[in-house]
Every structure is written in C-alpha cells, then in structure tokens.
C-alpha cells in the first residue's frame, strides 16, 4: 500500500483517504502542463471521484494531491459531521458559533527547511497550466493576509499567475477581504504582505473558502472544526501567521508603486475563462516547508471546487432560515452555479396566508450576496439537491406568466461573462437582472378538491415493495446494496 512520506497537513488526510481505499495514486511521470489537470478532468466526470496523488511530477521533486474535496459525502467524512444535509448544516453552524483561537507556537513541520536567500521558488513548488487556453502556470493557494489597521487575519483561496525570478501575479478582487486589506495598505502606501499556504489540513481549506464576517479570523473557525485549537507560526520574512502543520508556504509583499501585470486567462468557477485583467505583483521573499513537501492542486469548475465551498451552502441556509424560521424549510445554492448564483429555497406553505409570503422571503434572500442571480421556490416535498426534482416541479407548478419576476439589474461576478463582458465596454457596469422562479403550488389551486380523488399536485403512490424480499442476496448486494 502506498505510504505518505510525510505526515503532517494534506499529507496525513491523504494516508487516512488512501488507508480507507479514496485515493487513485499515479506513478508514471505527468506533465504539470495541461496533463495533471487533463486528469483532474477525466476524475471529475466519474459518478464517484476519487481524491488523486501524482507520485511523479516532471520537474518536481514532491507529489502532488488532487481531487479530495470532490465528493459531498467525504467532504461530511472528513469533518466528522452528519451526512444528512440539515443535521450537516446544524452541526456547521454550531462550529461556526463556537470559535476556537488559534495559538502561536515558536516552530512547526513547515519550517522543517527554510529558504530566505538564492532559491527559486516557483521552480520547487509545483504550478499547474490547467486549460489549452491559459495565460500561465497557476498556484491555487490559500493566501493569509493582516488588516494593516486591526491587525485581523485573512484566509482564503486566491490564484496566483507565475513570471519569473520569484514574482507571481496574485488575483486580489476589491470586493475579497484581501482585497479590503490591499486597499488599506495603498491608502498608506506600505508594503502588503502575503503568505502562499499548500497543504493544509482540510479544515483549513474549508475554513479559508468560508463566507465569514469581514475581521472575523478563518483559523477560529478551523479549530472549531478540528475541536482545537490551529497551531500557527510566524513567518520568517514577513509579519504574518501561517499554519504549523502546512507543508509549504511562500512568504512575499506586493510593494509600492504596486506595479502590475495582466492575468488569465484562467479557467473559473462556472466553467468558462476568466477576461483577463491586470493585477498586482507579488515577490517572494521567502520559502519555507516541512522536510518532504507535499503540495496541492485544484482546478476551477470541478466538482472539488464546489464541494469545497460545502459551506456556502451552511450560510445561505441560515441567512433564508433567519428571514422567516416556520415558513422556510431548507435552502441551497446548485452546483451548475458554483454554488452562488442560483438559490433554492425549500418552502412550507400549508395555510392560506403563506400565499404570497414565498415572494418576500426570496426578496430578501438575494441580500446574501451581490453573486446570487437567480431562485426557484419550491414546495416541501422537493429534493432540493435533486436537479431532476427542480426541473420537475419548475415543468409541473410553475406558469411562468403569473410565477416568473424580473428584478432590475443588480451587481453580480464579473466571471459570469454574460454580466463581465460588460467590463469591456468602456463605462457599462457589471451589472445583470435578478430572477425569481415560483415553483411552489399557488394556494387557490391547492384547495380544488375532486370528489373521489386526490388532491391536485400529489404524486402517484405506489406499493411499498422491499427488494431483500424478491431478489436473490447475490442480485439485491449487486443491484441494490
């Protein structure tokens, strides 16, 4: 069985998964471009994907791990949660309520080794050109930041475009809380500093794709999630905190006069190749990692991308549940929107009164993010993780006459291009109408009784038929088991 050289961060969830039987492990040497992400590609479109670790990277010396986040129901494993999606988002909130500091301890595995002066960092950690179409090879880091004015640290997933002689081009978005730190340091013109974490241990990732308050620090939600506290250390040529356990972090500023570059393009979220833009320049002033590096890769639009963001869904559901608790039964965002621009909502509407409530609550619902686009409405007895199920009831409970509103135009991503071409007309917005999709069953239809027959809008029952009772132990562990 294959064995993880290291086992600190990434590396030690990797061992658990490959013990478990999780993990595809390639041995033949890949190429980190366009062939690793070919291969998260072709991993992506299996019904069960599993987490993958390149043994054999050329121009590398570490492995390199893939794809972990990519299954719902391991993603629930890996935290130790309910696999049941309320009981799941329960239980996320509660972590998210509770808060464990992080403590600062004096070393840690990812300063086993340290390189501060004649390295060159980009080519040791390994980088990916994911698409025929890149502007680059790509970091998919977590990138930790310091407010320059509170002090509050920042964690979160930003990609970063290689150059050369240690300088990358590092994606900041105004909107990210990186970015409301980077404005900060240019009111002040000071240098920002950055640290690049690879592998991390996965509550940490979570953690870092986690839509949290602005100021509120990711590594207390980690340690909720782990059930202690995140061991972190101090940078060796930066004033910042990184996780102890990480397997390698690149150390660096982006530096007055903040010079840029242009980046991407790059695959994003919703499948599609960001507009390129420019953006700051990152130099790397230092390289530390632990004594056998493992490092880590993901490539937007797959199924990891999304299911890494797990957590969207737990916000969005209490952000819907808090407008109106008894009438709002569950919510979530999809997955063919990366899990932000089109929301469900599961909704009760068993009195007469409820009947036009649906509207208000999906109103305010779009207040979660200036990313949400679209909702549909549906009733309780929809599946709301069932795309089949939304088609169904959009199909069989919705005139689109009398239950579709268009909402003026409203800010949205950038990435979605049917909004961020705008951003190539000089003075346009990016700006794109909001929608609301009324699935539910209007309540004057639910009162029309038949005599003799069931209520309009139930579906046809059935018998209940247990197959361990018809087919034979060999054919229901096939079939069914």
């Known amino acids: 069985m294959t064995q993880i050289q290291t086992a600190v961060g990434i590396g030690a969830t990797f061992q658990r998964m490959i013990d478990e039987g999780e ?11 366009h062939e690793v992400a070919g291969i998260f590609m072709k991993l992506d479109g299996l019904q069960y994907t599993p ?5 054999n990277v050329k121009g590398y010396t570490m492995p390199v791990g893939g794809t972990l986040f990519s299954e719902r129901s391991r993603v629930k494993r890996l935290l130790g949660m309910p696999e049941e999606d309320i009981a799941f ?40 050109q994911a698409s025929l179409d890149d502007g680059g090879k790509y970091f998919q880091a977590a990138v930790v930041s310091k407010d320059p004015e509170t002090g509050a640290r920042n964690m979160g997933v930003y990609r970063n ?38 592998g991390m241990d996965a ?60 980046e991407g393009p790059w695959p994003e979220f919703l499948k599609y190749l960001s507009i390129p833009q420019r953006k700051p320049i990152f130099r790397i002033t230092g390289v530390t990692h632990c004594a056998q590096p493992m490092s880590y890769n993901i490539v937007p639009g797959t199924k990891e991308n999304y299911n890494i963001r797990i957590s969207n869904d737990v916000a969005f559901y209490q ?3 808090s407008i109106e608790p008894t009438f709002v039964v569950d919510a979530a965002l999809t997955r063919g929107s990366a899990h932000w621009h089109h929301g469900i909502l599961q909704l009760k509407k068993d009195t007469p009164d409820r ?34 199920a939304i088609d169904w009831a959009v199909t069989t409970r919705c005139n689109p006459k009398e239950q579709v509103h268009i909402l003026p135009e409203a800010k949205t991503h950038r990435n979605n291009p049917i909004a961020g071409v705008r951003s190539l007309i000089p003075g346009d917005s990016v700006v794109k109408a909001k929608m609301i999709t009324d699935a539910t069953i209007p309540w004057k239809y639910k009162t029309i009784k038949q005599e003799g027959v069931p209520p309009l809008f139930m579906r046809a029952r059935f018998q209940e038929t247990p197959l361990e009772e018809y087919l034979s132990p060999e054919d229901f562990k096939r079939w069914v088991d």
Request: hydrophobic residues 45%; glycine residues 6%; aromatic residues 8%.
């Open 23 to 33: 993990v595809a492990v390639i041995e033949r040497e890949v190429d980190s471009v």
């Open 51 to 55: 987490a993958v670790l390149f043994q």
């Open 89 to 128: 988002k329960r239980a996320f909130l509660a972590a998210m309520e509770k808060r464990v500091d992080p403590v600062v301890v004096s070393d840690g595995p990812c300063q086993e080794v340290v390189h501060t002066e004649g390295f060159d960092a980009l080519g040791f950690v390994p980088s990916i």
């Open 161 to 198: 475009m290689i150059l050369d002689h240690n300088r990358t081009v590092i994606n900041i978005r105004p909107e990210a809380h990186i970015g409301m730190h980077f404005r900060k340091a240019k009111e002040r013109n000071a240098p920002f500093p950055v640290a690049l974490v690879f």
């Open 203 to 262: 509550e940490n990732y979570l953690a870092s794709v986690t839509k949290l308050p602005f100021g509120r620090d990711e590594f207390t939600l980690a340690g909720a999630l782990k059930g202690e506290p995140v061991e972190l250390v101090q940078c060796k040529t930066v004033d910042l905190e990184v996780p102890a356990s990480a397997n390698i972090v690149i150390e660096g500023v982006v530096e007055p006069p903040y010079d840029e570059e242009r």
């Open 319 to 321: 952000y819907v549940k």
């Open 355 to 388: 009947e036009g409530q649906q509207i208000q609550v999906a109103l305010a619902a779009f207040g979660f993010s200036v990313y949400l686009e679209s909702l549909t409405l549906v009733d309780e007895d929809v599946d709301i993780y069932d795309m089949d």
